[in-house]
């Protein structure tokens, strides 16, 4: 984008929706660290005449226990701020009347108390991590394989991420396994999902090209942003920063 | 097909293929059992003009140890009859100078000890069943992204065979999530590529249209067998019998 072009979109800009992970922090086995200038980045945001929300696939905790570590991590945030793919799937699931057969990460699962699971007929899959084990994956293959229409939803498609250590495979990768696995295509709630874009704007009650998206995944942050009419802007940290530079 | 043209079809075979797993056997914690009726047909094949060879993408054990179980179920069969993955990959990975980093099952990494695997260039996988971790996934997907140009092989593209307990998720399923992870297209050493099938011909020294293949997956046994110009016949075990009927 020319310098005038970039001047000119910035002056029409009404919001701000940041990424976390990679972003705003580096994930890694302690909890994370805060990248160098994101806490103070994240206050002139603030207190600039910008709306500011968050926007992750973070799924291995609840909202609430991951927002109260970025304020521990120093951070101007609270959970009304946030969105995430678990609660914007609990939703689906309760319009839909689905039960599903959950794969996730311990931390999240508090996310679906309110939501029937007994005689699943769906599976949730989200960033389970180590709980991707052979077994895990196949139980909820059976499930799949058992239903007349097998019903997957994933919470993100992402491929990887990076935690302090190294890349680690994210939901992407198994949602694929499960979709050749079962013949069907997963529905995927959280970024790059235009619906799932479209309830933070909603939430802002600005259009889409006033407002700018900020992460570290071109496919699922700046490719997603794009795709429904806002900007994108890729950070040269987190995944980017451990793959191409 | 008609009555008569079946007939014909037989009058000119000169060889029978069989796979082996839910064609000859059903898998199982305790080793397997054989399914009814299935050594004595091996018998009465043998005893024919006809030329037979057993193809499999099993990869948890050693051909020896392989055979060895099926002849202590009854079956009368050894080990230059059997054609698997595993001999073909190392072939491969010679003729390329490939050192590759293993994600197979313990029992099948003694066909790979003339391979040399320090500093690996590419990432071969077969069924692992439990050994499919997410840190084992992770450390396969670390060797690939972190190659120039990742090479992946995959012993079979199978999605799942059938244990006594039910169905198990196979090779495929993990072939397909490091090649979403990687952006990359796995090289299939096995069936139903057609160089897999291709060398157990040159051995019988006969020509595909005189050739039967006989097994329970729809994909890789018979279309993978008609692909290359021979019959094939889907039996109603295995996993056909588990999902299908």
Known sequence: MAATSWENSVKSLKGVILDMCGVLYDAGEDG?????GSVEAVKRLKASDLQV???????????????????????DICVSEVFSPAPAAVAVLKERGLRPHLLVYDGVV??????????P?????????????????NDAFRVLIGLEKPVLFSLGRGKYYKEDEGLNLDVGVYMKALEYACDV????????DPMFFQKVLDDMGIQSQQT??????????????????????????????????
């Open 32 to 36: 994370g660290t805060p990248i160098p």
């Open 53 to 75: 929300r968050f926007c992750t696939n973070e799924t291995q905790a609840t909202r609430e226990v991951f927002v109260a570590k970025l304020q521990r991590m120093g951070f």
């Open 110 to 119: 508090p996310e679906f108390d309110s939501v029937e699971k007994a005689n």
């Open 121 to 137: 007929n769906c599976v949730v899959i989200g960033d389970a991590a180590e709980k991707f084990s052979y077994q895990n994956l």
């Open 185 to 192: 295509e997963a529905e995927v709630i959280g970024k790059p």
């Open 212 to 245: 700018l998206m900020i992460g570290d995944d071109l496919v699922n942050d700046v490719g997603g942003a794009q795709h429904c009419g806002m900007k994108g802007v890729q950070v040269r940290t987190g995944k980017y920063s451990s793959v191409w530079l």
